[in-house]
């Protein structure tokens, strides 16, 4: 065997080289096996040379073991290595794939968002439009405004029951955003319903109601862009930046309900 080694051992290595090139570039799942090796290599291979290497070392110089108590050392350390790899691996898979989903589920989120403020905003003309249908109202006390449903949550609903999934630093702006995105809707239900429009009700009380109606677009307006800001920071900056960005921002909906959704 020592001889055929020796005097193949160039073909040996030929092969050898187009094995490794056949699965780390020319094959259809190379990159995911490259991904693969480094990972063993990196996060498992080294770290546990180091460790049980140092055992054995430690063993070596300071024991005269018998050569089958070795062999049953070794053999264990085999052994364990197999479990570790294995655990590792399913970890690193786990963490992999939550980062994915987190990843999408910001996209979807920032997608629907950013929609939504194009509607509250409405080119920059939403105030306007209000004053001017509480104008109406105050003139004509006959005049009831039709008041179009809410339904801009749908990607949000989709994905609230793995919402933990996002970390603190969007989940708590995500969540107050489409808290009042939920209280926007119920409002205009209400204002669309026999009681709002009932002869009962006087006009004052329904100005109210739409007054309070629109303040609450205003905050979500407002919360959505700091919900949009923070988002865009996190996948472009990392965790750590989201979360200085949210300090800064101590209080999102003060002041800010006149700007676009561009200009974040």
Request: some cysteine; aromatic content about 10%.
């Given at each position: 065997?020592?001889?055929?080694?020796?005097?193949?051992?160039?073909?040996?290595?030929?092969?050898?080289?187009?094995?490794?090139?056949?699965?780390?570039?020319?094959?259809?799942?190379?990159?995911?096996?490259?991904?693969?090796?480094?990972?063993?290599?990196?996060?498992?291979?080294?770290?546990?040379?180091?460790?049980?290497?140092?055992?054995?070392?430690?063993?070596?110089?300071?024991?005269?073991?018998?050569?089958?108590?070795?062999?049953?050392?070794?053999?264990?350390?085999?052994?364990?290595?197999?479990?570790?790899?294995?655990?590792?691996?399913?970890?690193?898979?786990?963490?992999?794939?939550?980062?994915?989903?987190?990843?999408?589920?910001?996209?979807?989120?920032?997608?629907?968002?950013?929609?939504?403020?194009?509607?509250?905003?409405?080119?920059g003309q939403?105030?306007?439009?209000?004053?001017?249908?509480?104008?109406?109202?105050?003139?004509?006390?006959?005049?009831?405004?039709?008041?179009?449903?809410?339904?801009?949550?749908?990607?949000?609903?989709?994905?609230?029951?793995?919402?933990?999934?996002?970390?603190?630093?969007?989940?708590?702006?995500?969540?107050?955003?489409?808290?009042?995105?939920?209280?926007?809707?119920?409002?205009?239900?209400?204002?669309?319903?026999?009681?709002?429009?009932?002869?009962?009700?006087?006009?004052?009380?329904?100005?109210?109601?739409?007054?309070?109606?629109?303040?609450?677009r205003k905050?979500?307006?407002?919360?959505?862009?700091?919900?949009?800001?923070?988002?865009?920071?996190?996948?472009?900056?990392?965790?750590?930046?989201?979360?200085?960005?949210?300090?800064?921002?101590?209080n999102p909906?003060?002041?800010?309900?006149?700007?676009?959704?561009?200009?974040?």
């Amino acid at each position: 065997m020592t001889e055929f080694l020796s005097h193949n051992w160039l073909l040996l290595a030929l092969c050898a080289s187009a094995v490794l090139v056949i699965a780390f570039g020319l094959s259809e799942d190379a990159r995911v096996a490259r991904r693969v090796f480094v990972q063993f290599i990196l996060n498992i291979a080294l770290p546990l040379l180091v460790i049980f290497g140092g055992v054995l070392v430690v063993l070596a110089v300071n024991t005269d073991l018998d050569e089958r108590i070795w062999a049953a050392i070794i053999a264990g350390l085999v052994i364990a290595t197999g479990w570790l790899t294995t655990a590792i691996f399913g970890e690193l898979g786990k963490s992999r794939d939550k980062a994915e989903k987190l990843r999408d589920y910001h996209k979807a989120l920032y997608a629907e968002i950013g929609n939504t403020l194009q509607v509250l905003w409405d080119r920059g003309q939403a105030e306007q439009e209000a004053n001017a249908l509480v104008a109406r109202m105050e003139a004509d006390l006959g005049f009831i405004p039709l008041i179009p449903r809410e339904h801009n949550d749908f990607v949000y609903d989709s994905l609230v029951d793995e919402i933990e999934v996002l970390p603190r630093v969007t989940i708590d702006a995500v969540v107050a955003y489409y808290s009042l995105i939920k209280s926007i809707a119920a409002q205009a239900e209400d204002m669309r319903g026999d009681v709002f429009r009932s002869a009962d009700m006087t006009q004052d009380r329904r100005i109210l109601m739409y007054r309070d109606y629109f303040e609450t677009r205003k905050s979500a307006f407002a919360l959505g862009q700091y919900a949009l800001r923070l988002i865009k920071e996190y996948a472009e900056n990392g965790p750590a930046a989201a979360e200085q960005l949210a300090k800064r921002l101590s209080n999102p909906v003060s002041g800010r309900s006149g700007q676009s959704p561009e200009s974040e």
